[in-house]
């Protein structure tokens, strides 16, 4: 958490002044729901507006400087409680009775409000959920829920009655390029690349500029989709075994390849470089876009997609990557 409070924050201006607002006027929600994809800022939206509830100086941006919020910097405040879970993709009753249910009646030790952020709330099971609505309906005066879903269509719709909803839209290309050159520091060119990456989520953006790990991800696409045309099936075979060794990037290299492609669609139909995010490849692009037709790109583009839900459904991997590649080199 930045200690200038949301001014550091990149983008969602109108669920700040939401929140502003509703300390100002005094009328704070027993229970908000931040809503957005993995990256897109719900948990620092969310820890600063629990930092602003017990900030000790009243205002509409924490100040960072008393003790509350010193403690909240620290993620040491007493009445700010993280919900945890051992399980890593369930949030079970035990969970929630424990560190929720059973502590909620205690009042603040120190401050105004207690706070419960409980991150990643759709991994909350059907019991969880259930102990939770209750205390949801039924709040003490201080106490304030902040859930955080990626999914929040996986909570409970009673739940979701319940709630003040703030949905984290995408940010602004312009923002997030600028956030990466004069935050992250990252040259004119590089920005333009992890900007096209991040499709409007900070924190992929800070991914991308963090060490050399999406650089050399990105080089190492750019090469393969160069030489992909010349492959044997044998090499084919030694560049997903070598992917193979890293499963965890493979979303990453299948965006960065969507990139590339969307780059030798966009030349062949404009001529136009302005555009491109891919621009010092001119010379590989304008070549993949004279020998490949518009049908056989849509195709490459279709392939990437459909190798992202064969492997969220955990087809095999190498027999996916081997189709798209076989898909790619046919249409190029």
């Known amino acids: 958490m930045d200690e200038r409070g949301f001014a550091a924050v990149v983008g969602h201006n109108d669920i700040i002044e939401h929140l502003q607002n509703a300390v100002k006027s005094g009328k704070i929600s027993h229970a908000y729901l931040f809503a957005g994809e993995p990256g897109s800022g719900k948990k620092l939206l969310a820890t600063l507006f629990a930092t602003l509830l017990q900030c000790e100086k009243g205002r509409t941006n924490p100040c960072m400087k ?47 409000y207690k706070i419960y952020i409980i991150n990643e709330a759709e991994k909350m099971n059907a019991q969880a959920q259930n102990a939770l609505l209750k205390t949801i309906e039924e709040p003490p005066a201080y106490a304030v829920l902040l859930l955080l879903a990626n999914n929040p269509d996986a909570l409970l719709s009673t739940i979701l ?23 992250m520091h990252l040259p004119d060119y590089e920005a333009d690349v992890a900007t096209a990456f991040a499709q409007g989520n900070i924190g992929r953006a800070q991914v991308a500029a963090s060490g050399d ?36 990037r493979i979303n990453d290299f299948l965006d960065i390849l969507t990139m590339w492609f969307r780059d030798v669609l966009l030349y062949k139909a404009t001529r136009e470089t302005d555009d491109l995010v891919f621009r ?3 010379s590989e692009i304008r070549r993949q876009a004279s020998v490949s037709s518009y049908e ?5 583009l279709a392939a990437i997609e459909k190798a992202k839900t064969r492997l969220r459904a955990n087809v095999n991997f190498d027999l996916t990557l081997e189709l798209l590649f076989l898909t790619i080199a046919e249409n190029l």
């Open 66 to 112: 008393c003790t509350s919020c010193r403690k909240a910097l620290s993620e040491n405040h007493p009445d700010i409680i993280m919900v945890t879970h051992d399980k890593p993709n369930t949030i079970s009753v035990k969970d929630i009775r424990e560190q929720v249910v059973d502590t909620v009646d205690i009042r603040p030790y120190e401050s105004r």
């Open 161 to 183: 009655s319940r709630c003040v909803r703030l949905n984290l839209k995408t940010v602004s290309d312009k923002d997030v390029k600028d956030y990466l050159m004069d935050e």
């Open 213 to 248: 790990s999406f650089a050399n991800l990105a080089e190492k696409t750019v090469k393969i989709v160069s030489d992909i045309h010349e492959l044997q099936i044998y090499e084919i075979i030694e560049v997903v075994k070598e992917l193979s060794e890293d499963k965890t």
């Open 280 to 282: 010092r490849e001119l």
């Open 296 to 300: 056989g790109l849509q195709d490459i």
